[in-house]
């Protein structure tokens, strides 16, 4: 069964650092595995993903603040997030991609709050 496991939300200060893991199991063939987050009343949006491959990709608000990470032997991604705002309050879902040729499909972890004081 595939199980996605989050850990390192929490409760931060602006200016200061949080840094987010994602352990997969039970999946193969991954894609990519990335960081969404939502706030209260409004959509889930992408933070950062990454390819197995190393290719990155960030939302505007987080580029030069967030890096993510991965360490593909052992299906996990990071997300080091430096300079928080008060904005950045969400709950983080973990999100893998697991797909063959045209075929895919997405798996979420539970999700993590992170809430940033200001």
């Known amino acids: 069964q595939v199980q996605l496991v989050e850990s390192g939300g929490g409760l931060g200060q602006a200016g200061g650092s949080l840094r987010l893991s994602c352990a997969a199991s039970g999946i193969f063939k991954i894609k990519s595995m990335g960081w969404y987050r939502q706030a209260p009343g409004k959509e889930r949006e992408l933070v950062a993903g990454i390819s197995n491959g190393g290719s990155t990709n960030y939302a505007d608000s987080v580029k030069g603040r967030f890096t993510i990470s991965r360490y593909n032997a052992k299906n996990t991604v990071y997300l080091q997030m430096n300079s928080l705002k008060p904005e950045d309050t969400a709950v983080y879902y973990c999100?893998?991609?697991?797909?063959?040729?045209?075929?895919?499909?997405?798996?979420w972890g539970q999700g993590t709050q992170v809430t940033v004081s200001s």
């Open positions: 999100n893998v991609r697991w797909a063959v040729i045209t075929l895919e499909y997405d798996y």
